[in-house]
């Protein structure tokens, strides 16, 4: 079972440049986020979505576009990525279960615009 | 240029020792709280949660308070161990179950230290 994986792992891109980070969960989760990590601040929710086919904007959307074409997969792209796109980037998904909401994040793609 | 990045609170205790790490969340309306760790490299881990109904909830070697008087939520770890050493978040979010879609806001974080 190898729940949330996201792919790549490390990235660099120059400014101007486009790229697509790849999250896939295999806990037929119906939600799945991203989620943005700088320096000395917590996490930041970018766009969510709730089932598939269906995203919604967070927090922090600007910038950014994702899709989620399948259940399992979350994808988020950047057409035109800028400096300030320098970060830790989560994807996680989540159940209710139990009375608890429970987020399993992967283990996140670093990703530097130069 | 050089960014100038936030500090995050720090806790050092010894090996055996119990700590505590504080959390002041923002949204009077939230009513579900949980507490997140993350080792260095990796995604965030699930600890322990609770409900705004409640005022403490004990895991396995770990207790969460939640005062909602004050917006304050801290986590207590028993004999804490050299593993514990990470960052730890707490998370707030608005009717788990329902129209949130398990939305939550993280707080900036806590660096734990244990010394052996």
């Known amino acids: 079972n190898a729940g949330v994986t996201q792919t790549p792992k490390f990235r660099v891109l120059k400014t101007g440049q486009s790229m697509t980070l790849l999250c896939a969960q295999d806990m037929n989760h119906e939600y799945m986020y991203w989620y943005r990590q700088d320096p000395g601040m917590g996490l930041r929710l970018i766009h969510y979505s709730v089932g598939e086919g269906t995203t919604a904007k967070g927090e922090v959307p600007d910038g950014y576009n994702v899709s989620r074409l399948k259940k399992q997969n979350f994808l988020l792209g950047l057409e035109s990525a800028a400096p300030s796109q320098t970060s830790v980037y989560f994807c996680a998904s989540s159940t209710f279960f139990s009375n608890t909401l429970k987020l399993f994040f992967g283990s996140g793609t670093q990703l530097s615009v130069l | 240029g050089e960014s100038v990045g936030l500090h995050l609170p720090t806790l050092s205790v010894q090996e055996g020792d119990n700590s505590i790490i504080n959390c002041a969340y923002s949204?009077?309306?939230?009513?579900?709280f949980i507490w997140y760790k993350q080792e260095s490299g990796k995604g965030p881990q699930f600890i322990i949660d609770?409900?705004?109904?409640?005022d403490k909830r004990q895991g396995q070697r770990v207790t969460v308070l939640l005062n909602k008087t004050v917006k304050h939520l801290s986590l207590q770890i028993a004999a804490t161990q050299p593993g514990d050493s990470a960052v730890y978040f707490c998370?707030?979010?608005?009717?788990?179950?329902?129209?949130?879609?398990?939305?939550?806001?993280f707080g900036q974080g806590t660096i734990l230290t244990v010394h052996p």
């Open positions: 998370a707030e979010g608005l009717n788990a179950g329902g129209t949130s879609y398990g939305k939550l806001t």
């Open positions: 609770i409900r705004s109904n409640m």
């Open positions: 949204n009077s309306a939230s009513d579900y």
